[in-house]
């Protein structure tokens, strides 16, 4: 399958301040990125969906400007958590398809687990 | 809108056959998913099914749909050890822009020796 590579794997940060998540796809083009929040136990919440060129499509209840996606390339899209509190620590997983997927699949990262403190 | 169900857990032995079921409520879904998610890693596609067919096989895994009870359910033969893992369910409709797919809360298969 597609190769996803989200980095860093991990992250801690101080209150306050913003963390930047990067996901590529390595070897695809990605037209389509998406974005989820996984709660410890629960299930994924998608946060928004990004096409390379647009703007982001947020879900109900995620704030845009506290979660900024940017999606500059085919390959990259970037999500910024920006002034950070404890109560956005959580484990980030994006997904990318691309048009050698057509409609079928979507390939994972292997996450970000970010920690404010 | 859409809405994925699945049992929290289920504990088998290694060896034996384990079934995780998933029922989704949104009668328009085109694709169903299966997977498979380590401690502290993101997803793997383990595989899919197009909602037009009842079943597809691959290797130990065993994929059933039945579109009328809108059921879902994975078969994994001889589970092993490695094994072990939270499987998610997720379905994505037709009428759904850009692909989104909508995951159920996962279900914590957890194999004993």
């Known amino acids: 399958g597609a190769v996803v590579s989200q980095h860093p794997s991990r992250v801690i940060c101080k209150s306050g301040t913003s963390v930047k998540i990067e996901c590529r796809s390595l070897?695809?083009?990605?037209?389509?990125m998406f974005w989820y929040r996984q709660f410890p136990k629960k299930s994924l919440m998608l946060m928004a969906t990004?096409?390379?060129?647009?703007?982001?499509?947020?879900e109900q209840g995620v704030e845009k400007d506290k979660f900024l996606i940017n999606h500059a390339s085919l390959t990259l899209s970037t999500l910024t958590v920006t002034s950070a509190h404890p109560e956005d620590s959580s484990f980030y997983i994006c997904?990318?398809?691309?048009?050698?997927?057509?409609?079928?699949?979507?390939?994972f990262g292997q996450g970000t687990r970010l920690t404010v403190v | 809108g859409e809405d994925v169900e699945q049992s929290l857990f289920l504990s088998v032995r290694e060896g034996d056959s384990s079934v995780i079921n998933c029922t989704y409520t949104?009668?328009?879904?085109?694709?169903l998913y299966w997977y498979k998610q380590e401690p502290g890693a993101g997803l793997q596609l383990l595989t899919y099914?197009?909602?037009?067919?009842d079943m597809k096989q691959d290797q130990r895994l065993t994929v059933l749909l039945n579109k009328k009870d809108k059921h879902l359910s994975l078969r994994i033969a001889d589970t092993q050890t490695g094994d072990s893992a939270i499987y998610f369910c997720?379905?994505?409709?037709?009428?759904?822009?850009?692909?989104?797919?909508?995951f159920g809360q996962g279900t914590i298969l957890t194999v004993h020796p």
């Open positions: 997720a379905e994505r409709s037709s009428g759904t822009s850009y692909g989104k797919l909508t």
């Open positions: 949104d009668s328009s879904s085109t694709y």
């Open positions: 099914i197009f909602s037009n067919m």
């Open positions: 997904s990318a398809r691309g048009t050698i997927q057509k409609n079928t699949e979507a390939f």
């Open positions: 070897d695809f083009q990605a037209t389509t």
């Open positions: 990004s096409n390379e060129g647009s703007k982001a499509t947020y």
